[in-house]
């Protein structure tokens, strides 16, 4: 299947461990995307990386640090992880200006 | 900064009803506007992608307008089915791709 895939679809951790997000696009899309879905269901972006170059960085902790190894992959390190990090992760793709997202990163900080 | 407003929050019909989403942005300087379905739980499904030059798109039961210049769009849904229950998002992207969501509107459709 075509699309962007993210694992693992829930990951529930102590306070002060380090994780990873792993996100995979197979659209051949050039833009990939983090975005933060809080508790209010409020998404807003993190990262994004265009070839291999971070394009955007919003104001996230700089615990948050996005790797992309290739075009097709954008993972996310969290290190330290705090209770406020607890949020649904979303990762994105796009190919000019529509954006394509996968299925959700229900982390849970404990 | 661009801020993306929508009401109402949750809105409850009858099968059958149309009805009426609105998304307001603050800074009309959008590429596009995106329509987005959520179904509890789950990911994000793009409905409709209306680019800064278009007025509405359409697609089956779902219409979206823009009106760019007063930093609106509607979201018209006809016929709404059970199915149609879900949490709508409107986002414009602006300069670098950036995306921006509002917070969505919580529609139930009651049999």
């Known amino acids: 299947d075509t699309a962007v895939s993210q694992t693992p679809k829930y990951l529930v951790t102590q306070m002060g461990n380090d994780k990873s997000i792993k996100c995979e696009q197979n659209?051949?899309?050039?833009?990939m995307y983090w975005y933060k879905q809080d508790s209010k269901k409020f998404l807003k972006i993190m990262f994004s990386?265009?070839?291999?170059?971070?394009?955007i960085n919003e104001t996230v902790p700089n615990r948050f640090s996005p790797k992309s190894p290739d075009k097709a992959h954008l993972n996310l390190h969290i290190n330290s992880l705090e209770l406020g990090d607890s949020a649904v992760y979303f990762c994105?793709?796009?190919?000019?200006?529509?954006?394509?997202f996968g299925p959700g990163t229900r982390l849970t900080v404990l | 900064k661009q801020e993306v407003t929508q009401i109402p929050a949750a809105l409850s019909v009858p099968e059958g009803e149309n009805l009426v989403l609105n998304c307001s942005f603050t800074?009309?300087?959008?590429?596009?506007l995106q329509w987005f379905r959520q179904d509890p739980g789950k990911g994000l499904t793009s409905l409709l992608l209306?680019?800064?030059?278009?007025r509405e798109q359409t697609s089956g039961r779902l219409n979206a307008s823009l009106d760019k210049s007063s930093g609106r769009s509607t979201l018209y849904i006809a016929a709404s089915q059970p199915g149609d229950s879900a949490t709508y998002l409107c986002?414009?992207?602006?300069?670098?791709?950036?995306?921006?969501f509002g917070t969505g509107t919580r529609l139930t459709v009651i049999p």
């Open positions: 994105a793709s796009s190919q000019g200006n529509e954006q394509f």
């Open positions: 986002a414009v992207t602006t300069g670098a791709n950036n995306l921006f």
């Open positions: 800074d009309s300087a959008i590429y596009n």
């Open positions: 659209l051949g899309h050039d833009t």
């Open positions: 990386y265009n070839n291999k170059e971070l394009i």
């Open positions: 209306i680019q800064s030059s278009q």
